[in-house]
């Protein structure tokens, strides 16, 4: 693969954040696929959905969990605070419109100021961690300590 630029390694790049490129040989939209295709385990991939709030204002939030992991709504919303509503998924379209990344390509960097990041505590006992580059044809594996100071996410328990 020559070099891939996105948002997300343009960042890295940026921020001086040593990570390693993870080629695929084709786009990846699950966690088990990219797993694969990236020769890693799910236990250190983090996993990017991105919530909508119900009714009202359409607020989002991204809430990050360890591949082999689930996130528990009800935790997201208490970890957000009593003005939340009831969250579900975002479709494909929101996906794109507010982020920027196609649906199984989202990472937890880049995104709109107003959007808060949410990490599972799991997240901050990895040494390295693998996300998505912002294209399905890549992800990278940085240490999970910059992944966390760069996206400026807060911990919580928000796995199932």
Same mark, same amino acid.
């Given at each position: #693969?020559?070099? @891939?630029?996105? &948002?997300?390694? =343009? ?5 001086? $954040?040593?990570?390693? @490129? ?9 966690? *088990? ?10 236990? =250190?991939?983090?996993? /990017?959905?991105? +919530? ?9 939030? #991204? ?5 082999? #992991? ?5 935790? $997201? ?13 975002? /479709?494909? *379209?929101?996906?794109?419109? $507010? ?6 390509? $989202?990472? &937890?960097?880049? +995104?709109? %100021?107003?959007? &808060?990041? +949410? ?12 996300? !998505? !580059?912002?294209?399905? #044809? %890549?992800?990278? *594996? @940085? ?7 760069? !996206?400026?996410?807060?911990?919580? %328990?928000?796995?199932?």
């Amino acid at each position: #693969m020559d070099r @891939l630029q996105t &948002p997300v390694i =343009e960042l890295l790049e940026k921020a001086g $954040v040593a990570y390693r @490129l993870l080629p695929h040989t084709e786009p990846v939209y699950t966690v *088990e696929a990219a797993a694969a295709q990236r020769g890693v385990v799910k236990e =250190e991939m983090v996993k /990017s959905i991105l +919530l909508r709030e119900k009714g009202g204002q359409r607020r989002y939030v #991204m809430a990050c969990t360890l591949g082999h #992991m689930r996130v528990d709504y009800k935790a $997201v919303r208490r970890a957000l605070g009593d003005d939340w509503r009831r969250l579900t998924f975002a /479709s494909a *379209e929101e996906i794109a419109r $507010v982020t920027g990344f196609v649906q199984g390509a $989202v990472a &937890p960097l880049c +995104l709109p %100021a107003d959007i &808060p990041v +949410l990490f599972d505590e799991a997240i901050a006992r990895c040494e390295k961690v693998n996300i !998505s !580059s912002g294209d399905p #044809m %890549a992800g990278v *594996e @940085l240490k999970g300590e910059d992944l966390i100071r760069l !996206s400026g996410a807060r911990l919580a %328990a928000i796995a199932e």
